[in-house]
């Protein structure tokens, strides 16, 4: 690598944080992401599994205006427990902000890209949701490209408007018209005209609220499938997160959000995870702060438990085919013994096998005869790529 991706950055000065820290500072996370952040060169660049990017601005105010957002999370983040893992977390620091909109969503982009290719997560908190924008443009050459967001609301309008959080799906449909698959996650019927949903691209798998109530595992196969997780504190009601930026009664609870970001941290494919439009001033006692901390914390937790092995070289798998009328040759499904997660697995371009996260209800689908849904979905997004 021949950029020094740091020159993007206003570093982070840890000597701010170690001496306010609640807990002996050589227990705790801030310790070992100083540990890693002092000891990175560009020699070593790909020992890093996961990059922390603070963004101290947002499309809300004007954009050479900086706030201190990332940084009243990065304080959070810092006193919780260090893990008993050898994971290499990085802490990049905050941003530097270009002249416009548009170029902070290119720096973005470009950095996304870099620690995609050297297999990096990034985890992005601070800044307001349109920044996904960036993010999803490092990924336009990803035929397979998935893109999973937390909110209440499905951030599409008609027409050309600034850019904003209320929008900014709209422009991502546009910069990436081949969306392979669009989640959204804990949306609120009341805020969503049904026929907003025909707007979007890709095959979906949207999940509202009241279903993450009743069964918040539905959400887990979804994150599986997922190359990007965009999450708008907005979703989390209003009395357990005053500084997400909304003012919503109702939303998920704070468990339930952490619980999100486990499972989007276990994900093999997740690359990026985006905590967005937390608003400092408005964080009484800075509850959504170490909120957003705590969800980072799960977020963590979660990636050092993945599994990198694919189910048909897990010894802990179990395959099953089954025959389906109509359709010329066995499905294959694969079980985790261990987890109890299943598996599809189809024949994508150059007829490489590819794995997609699913429930049960998939091979019961198969095996009562059935076509399952989200089987078909996949086979004619496929079918589209080779017209």
């Known amino acids: 690598m021949e950029i020094d991706i740091r020159h993007y950055f206003d570093a982070v000065d840890f000597n701010r944080f170690s001496k306010t820290s609640r807990v002996n500072w050589k227990y705790s996370l801030g310790e070992a992401i100083e540990k890693k952040t002092v000891s990175i ?19 809300r105010k004007d954009e050479n205006s900086l706030n201190e957002s990332p940084c009243k999370i990065r304080k959070e983040i810092y006193q919780l ?18 002249t416009t909109v548009k170029g902070n969503y290119q720096a973005l982009r470009d950095i996304v890209e870099l620690f995609n290719q050297l297999e990096i997560v990034t985890v992005v908190i601070g800044g307001s949701q349109d920044l996904t924008i960036g993010i999803c443009e490092a990924f336009n050459t990803n ?109 998920l609870r704070s468990e339930e959000a952490c619980q999100l970001a486990k499972y989007a941290g276990l994900s093999n494919r997740l690359k990026v995870f985006g905590l967005f439009e937390y608003i400092a001033e408005q964080d009484k006692n800075c509850l959504t702060a170490k909120l957003s901390a705590q969800i980072i914390w799960y977020f963590i937790e979660g990636f050092i438990g993945r599994n990198n092995k694919l189910p048909n070289e897990d010894d802990n798998c179990t395959m099953y085919q089954v025959e389906v ?51 078909l979905h996949y086979i004619q997004k496929l079918d589209e790529l080779l017209k």
């Open 143 to 251: 035929k397979f490209f998935s893109f999973s967001t937390v909110d209440a609301f499905l951030d599409i309008k008609k027409g050309v408007e600034s850019f904003s959080s209320t929008n900014y799906l709209s422009r991502v449909f546009v910069s990436n018209p081949n969306i392979f698959h669009f989640n959204l996650i804990a949306y609120q019927s009341h805020f969503i005209p049904h026929e907003y949903f025909s707007k979007t691209e890709g095959i979906s798998n949207h999940i509202r609220l009241g279903k993450i109530r009743d069964d918040i595992t539905a959400t887990e196969p979804v994150l599986r499938n997922t190359d990007i997780l965009s999450f708008d504190l907005g979703a989390v009601k209003h009395s357990e997160a005053p500084g997400g930026g909304g003012y919503n009664p109702n939303g």
């Open 41 to 59: 060169d560009l020699a070593n660049y790909k020992k890093i599994d996961i990059a922390i990017l603070g963004i101290p601005f947002d499309s």
């Open 81 to 98: 427990a260090k893990f008993d893992s050898s994971v290499s977390i990085v802490d990049f620091g905050n941003l530097k902000t270009a």
């Open 325 to 375: 009328k109509h359709i010329d040759k066995p499905l294959l499904f694969y079980r985790n013994t261990i987890t109890n997660q299943w598996w599809m697995q189809i024949n994508s371009l150059n007829n490489k096998p590819t794995f997609i996260g699913c429930t049960e209800k998939e091979y019961n689908q198969a095996s009562n005869d059935e076509i399952p849904e989200l089987w």
